[in-house]
């Protein structure tokens, strides 16, 4: 492709769906553009991903932690509470960077959903877990994020920040009226929820997160990832 | 022109202070099968990899490799991948994709072939390799043989001229190994395609192949046509390869010195037909071998019994134990025989407390282990599995040893670690990572964790798989020196070989339940299959021989 | 599974859902939603016997009569008072606003329910292919990992138990530690043999090119044919949807319904589209009935 039909191609796209959503909102659509626009949140990740030359290596590290995330409920069956995909997501967003934490989160909501039903809730999932990733690994070289109290504030306030933001996908479209009685309400029916995740979030990191960072920094060298843009 | 003109080659990782290989050279002609034989830790897979660029490691390499008279960097990329093919140790490990289907056209793929050569190249394959019935199937839907034949299919799609393979059938139980040697010395014959593999179970493999290659530390040591190699070994009395050789080659040169000019025996036909000829030069009549077990008669004192268990994994799915009985004495070395899926390793859960059987019920020592403390059962019975990677959570094997002893607690002791460490002589790796070190070595960790709390029972899970002759020798000596102790051995295993020469008793389960249990020497002699080569070969002539040293006794001298 | 609607061109398959999920999300008007829900179970009686449906129904039921409760409760507008509780007045409109959100959620989610059993992982990847190829192949490839790393948790779970660190009866606070211990041996085993299959992937180069795909669906003559239908169906949706034709008006005065000529051709568009597969499935069964019966 040109590079001009290639602007135009683009350029005629990113206009169409701005009509779209200036269509969807005017007319009260609230959910079709909610979809829409999660789509579109996460879309960069996906087209930088698309793009980037790649290792095998590499795609195979976000694979296996994909995978690891979406199974790693299966030893805590008899704690159906108990939530570790959260943690594991941050851990390898800690040590390998914003943009692999942001795929294996999203990978492993979309994969995990292959096995149990896909529903409208994968978008949404998709984006939170993979916003656990893109954040702790935006924040990965900070003092905060070093020190073991920031990890852990950071693990509680995703707990409830995960819950919040899936409540979200059928209450923008269900109820006719937002208000805060509505969210409020819903965030205290979902607060047992959030909490037991939010806790065992805290509870891993503050107990685990320095042996998993030791395991992922020596498959870091191993891979011969040290130097490279991941790092 | 050769396919491979290796020159020179050494090579050094960078992590380690010693080269890995050491001045290799060596030529493989077109059509060749040549076999890479060498304890682990030999350089075996370093040099198979240094023959494929893509997959060759990173480290110092000196000189040259020539592939069909040009050196291996410059033949062209496209061509090296289809050329080349490589097949590596572990079925599971390699597939990337996730249907039969996709991980066959994987590599077409890659090389962007179009969609109806894609698809004609699967239906050839698909015929020649027999798997129309699991073509869309999901991998791990696959057993470990046949996922095994779909790496090598996925390979063979690319049409190559050389097949490189790394002891592709250490993982896999016997018959489909002898499956997939069947099928690489027809890709071999037909397809006159090169052949390099490295093995440790060479019986079958010797008959095939062309040219052997021993290493050792990262050198050659013997090269040349088998017959040559095994003659050189021999006469050498180089202990450290003797163990390769197939048994009846062993038998045939312990008593064959003359200088009769013809070629050892490497199969059960040719070795019928050489003893048959030698007859009479055996002591038929006073079979000395069959000394009886040495408290046979007397009660035996019985440490576990289990009485008509019954178990499913799953209410609709068929029975996997059915009324199953079966005795295990104090002291005993007890080998478990049975085919893929019979439930030996079920058996083995079952025993240990991983899983509880639906019916019936299993007694230690006179009392019910089903209504015992699961911490006490946990002491007195050690279960050592298949794969000892299972075991590691730590950095090093000392944290991960010192973890274990802190868990024991008041169950075991320092000084038994120590005592441990030092008989099994493992303390120069104590500071390695466990993931770092041979697959012996780990074996021999995954066994002194178990070993720490002084099981009185010791339950092993086929603790042969993927073992050289040489590691399996030490594994048998550390074996012996666990049950001089007064520790009782039950182990479920493949290996005849292995078990004819250290198992006390052996019992076979089939269909569910026990359908032979007898002493060791008994139960191969009346076998017919589940048998040792060298029975199969001398079997009419001397009944009672399961073993080389069993036949070497009645040879007239 | 029967061979009717699955076995059409995968592009048509999820175009038919995407339209369908947006119908759903986007048509409020009761007429609509009711057909809408009665073609979705029927397409599900269709596609597998109602298995999967009786499955997640339940809980599915439990939301949508949540939301159909707590709108009234929330909401005040509306003109029509039905009488109060807690000194809030309860309003006809937002009582039958929650009616006829917690039907077009109930719709959404049971819609999902046939798309898991047409849109499978394989025909997904394949739609996906062409869009992002890397994407869809890194998909393939955990896929791949999944049971695999439940095969291996699964042993690594039964050599702690024989060790003696995992008992049913253990505390939470032990059960969660050994959970992670086991999670510890999973992530360094794993990791550590995926080196094996990154060399087997390059070595049967991977990355050498642009990949191809061995997989190809032709469009046959009835993927054709239902491709215009839907077309044609489609485009009446869209046009009506955009002249607000379905436009059901809720507040501040529930609407009665009006029955017009453009609501009456819109409806029926809508109606051949949503029953297009039922159709198809339907005739398959027809034809196995009568090629039993003559046998």
Redesign the interface.
């Known amino acids: 492709m040109g590079k001009m039909k290639r602007m135009l191609y683009f350029g005629s796209l990113a206009a169409a769906i701005v009509v779209l959503a200036v269509v969807l909102w005017m007319d009260k659509y609230y959910m079709p553009l909610s979809f829409l626009m999660i789509g579109l949140a996460m879309l960069p990740f996906y087209i930088r991903f698309e793009r980037k030359t790649m290792k095998a290596e590499e795609i195979l590290l976000i694979a296996m932690l994909g995978a690891i995330a979406a199974v790693s409920r299966v030893p805590f069956a008899p704690l159906p509470s108990v939530q570790p995909t959260s943690f594991v997501i941050m851990m390898s967003a800690l040590v390998f960077g914003p943009e692999v934490g942001f795929l294996v989160g999203s990978i492993a909501a979309v994969v995990s959903n292959i096995f149990l039903g896909q529903g409208p809730w994968t978008p949404w999932q998709m984006f939170c877990w993979g916003m656990i990733g893109f954040t702790a690994g935006l924040l990965r070289n900070t003092r905060f994020m070093k020190s073991l109290w920031g990890k852990n504030i950071f693990g509680f306030s995703w707990g409830f920040l995960f819950g919040w933001i899936m409540n979200l996908w059928f209450l923008i479209g269900m109820y006719d009226h937002l208000s805060w009685k509505v969210f409020a309400s819903a965030y205290v029916a979902s607060f047992y929820f959030d909490l037991a995740h939010a806790l065992s979030n805290v509870f891993f990191i503050s107990i685990f997160s320095a042996i998993w960072l030791?395991i992922l920094l020596?498959v870091k060298s191993k891979y011969?990832l040290l130097d490279s843009e991941l790092a | 022109m050769a396919h491979y003109q290796i020159e020179n080659v050494s090579f050094q990782y960078p992590s380690c202070s010693d080269k890995t290989l050491q001045h290799i050279s060596a030529t493989i002609e077109e059509g060749e099968f040549v076999l890479l034989c060498g304890s682990s830790g030999s350089g075996k897979t370093t040099l198979l990899?240094q023959l494929?660029r893509?997959?060759r490691p990173?480290g110092i390499r000196n000189g040259e490799i020539y592939y069909r008279g040009l050196p291996l960097d410059q033949v062209d990329?496209?061509s090296s991948?289809?050329e080349i093919?490589?097949v590596?140790q572990?079925p599971?490990?390699?597939?990337?994709?996730?249907?039969v289907?996709?991980e066959l056209?994987?590599?077409?793929?890659?090389?962007?072939?179009?969609?109806s050569h894609?698809?004609r190249r699967?239906g050839e394959l698909v015929q020649f390799f027999g798997m129309e019935d699991w073509l869309y199937l999901?991998?791990?839907e696959l057993s470990g043989g046949q996922k095994q034949l779909v790496?090598l299919a996925?390979?063979m799609a690319?049409r190559p001229k050389v097949l490189l393979l790394d002891e592709p059938t250490a993982q896999l139980d016997p018959i489909a190994a002898k499956e997939f040697i069947q099928l690489l010395s027809r890709i071999n014959e037909e397809f006159s395609i090169t052949i390099v593999i490295s093995e440790h179970r060479i019986e079958e493999i010797v008959p095939l192949s062309s040219k052997l290659v021993m290493l050792r530390h990262g050198q050659v040591v013997y090269c040349g046509s088998p017959n040559s190699v095994m003659k050189q070994i021999w006469s050498a009395r180089d202990s450290s390869f003797i163990p390769y050789l197939p048994s009846i080659s062993q038998l045939y040169l312990e008593v064959d010195h003359s200088e009769e000019n013809r070629d050892i025996p490497v199969s059960v036909k040719e070795g019928r037909k050489w003893i048959q000829a030698h007859r009479d030069r055996l002591n038929t009549h006073e079979e000395a071998v069959s000394a009886p077990p040495a408290n046979e008669g007397q009660q035996l004192e019985s440490l576990l019994t289990c009485k008509e268990l019954y178990f499913t994994y799953d209410k609709k799915a068929p029975l996997v134990l059915k009324r199953l009985s079966l005795s295990i004495h104090k002291g005993e070395f007890f080998a478990l025989f049975g085919g893929n899926g019979s439930g030996k390793s079920t058996l083995l859960?079952q025993i240990?407390?991983?899983l509880t059987p639906q019916r019936g019920d299993i007694l230690y020592a006179g009392k019910s282990l089903l209504r015992g403390s699961?911490?006490d059962?946990?002491?007195k019975?050690g279960?050592v599995?298949q794969?000892p990677?299972?075991?590691?959570?730590r950095?090093t094997v000392r944290e991960q040893l010192t973890d274990?002893l802190k868990?024991l607690g008041e169950h075991s002791s320092r000084a038994r670690l120590n005592e441990l460490v030092e008989r099994f002589e493992i303390e120069d790796i104590m500071d390695k990572?466990p993931?770092d070190i041979s697959g012996g070595q780990q074996q021999k960790v995954a066994l002194i964790?178990?070993l720490l709390?002084a099981p009185e029972l010791l339950l092993l899970d086929e603790p042969t798989k993927g073992l050289d002759p040489i590691s399996k020798h030490t594994l048998a000596e550390l074996l012996e020196m666990i049950r001089a102790a007064g520790t009782t051995i039950l182990m479920v295993s493949h290996d005849i070989e292995f078990a004819a020469s250290y198992a006390t008793r052996c019992g076979l389960l089939f269909d569910g339940a026990m359908v032979a249990v007898e002493d060791t020497r008994s139960f191969l002699r009346n076998n017919y299959f589940y048998t040792t080569t060298i029975h199969r070969t001398v079997g009419d002539i001397l009944p009672a021989a399961i073993t080389v040293k069993d036949v070497w006794k009645q040879w007239g001298k | 599974m029967i061979h009717g609607f699955s076995t059409l061109h995968p592009r048509l398959c999820f175009a038919y859902f995407a339209v369908l999920l947006l119908a759903c999300m986007m048509y409020t008007h009761p007429v609509y939603s009711v057909l809408t829900l009665i073609g979705i179970v029927v397409l599900n009686l269709s596609l597998d016997g109602g298995r999967a449906l009786k499955k997640g129904i339940k809980g599915y039921l439990i939301i949508a009569i949540i939301i159909f409760v707590s709108n009234p409760l929330f909401s005040s507008r509306g003109a029509t008072i039905l009488g109060y509780v807690f000194d809030r007045p309860i309003t006809l409109e937002s009582i039958a606003y929650g009616a006829l959100f917690a039907l077009s959620l109930l719709n959404i989610l049971l819609a999902f329910v046939a798309y898991n059993l047409v849109i499978t992982?394989?025909k997904l990847l394949y739609l996906l292919t062409p869009i992002a190829p890397r994407t869809a192949f890194i998909i393939?490839?955990t896929?791949?990992f999944v049971?695999?790393l439940t095969?291996r948790l699964k042993?690594?779970m039964?050599?702690q138990?024989?060790?003696?660190?995992l008992?049913?009866r253990a505390n939470k606070r032990h059960l969660m530690r050994e959970g992670m211990?086991t999670l510890?041996?999973l992530i360094?085993?794993s990791l550590?043999?995926?080196l094996?299959?990154a060399?087997?992937?390059?070595?049967?180069?991977?990355?050498?090119?642009?990949?191809?795909?061995?997989?190809?669906y032709p469009m046959d003559r009835r993927d054709i044919l239902v491709f215009w239908i839907m077309v044609v169906t489609g485009a009446n949706i869209v046009i009506g949807g955009l002249f607000g034709v379905n436009r059901f008006q809720v507040y501040p005065r529930l609407q009665s319904l009006e029955w017009s000529p453009q609501l009456w051709l819109h409806l029926i568009c809508y109606l051949i589209f949503v029953f297009i597969p039922i159709v198809m499935n339907g005739k398959e069964e027809l034809l196995w009935r009568t090629i039993k019966s003559k046998m």
Not at chain 2, 105 to 115: I, V
Not at chain 3, 199 to 216: D, F, L, N, Q
């Open positions: 030791k020596r011969g | 990899r494929k893509e997959i990173e990329e496209r991948i289809e093919g490589m590596f572990d599971d490990n390699q597939i990337v994709m996730n249907t289907w996709q056209t994987f590599a077409m793929e890659n090389l962007g072939y179009s969609t894609m698809q699967v999901p991998i791990h790496n996925s390979v690319l859960q240990a407390g991983a699961a911490l059962r946990s002491l019975i279960y599995a794969n990677m299972l075991y590691f959570t950095d274990r868990r990572h993931f964790l178990v709390a | 992982p394989e393939t490839v896929l791949r049971p695999l095969r042993q690594i039964t050599v138990r024989v060790l003696g660190y008992h049913p211990e510890h041996t360094s085993w550590e043999e995926a094996q299959t060399s087997s992937m390059r070595a049967r180069g991977y990355g050498i090119g642009k990949r191809t795909s061995s997989v190809s």
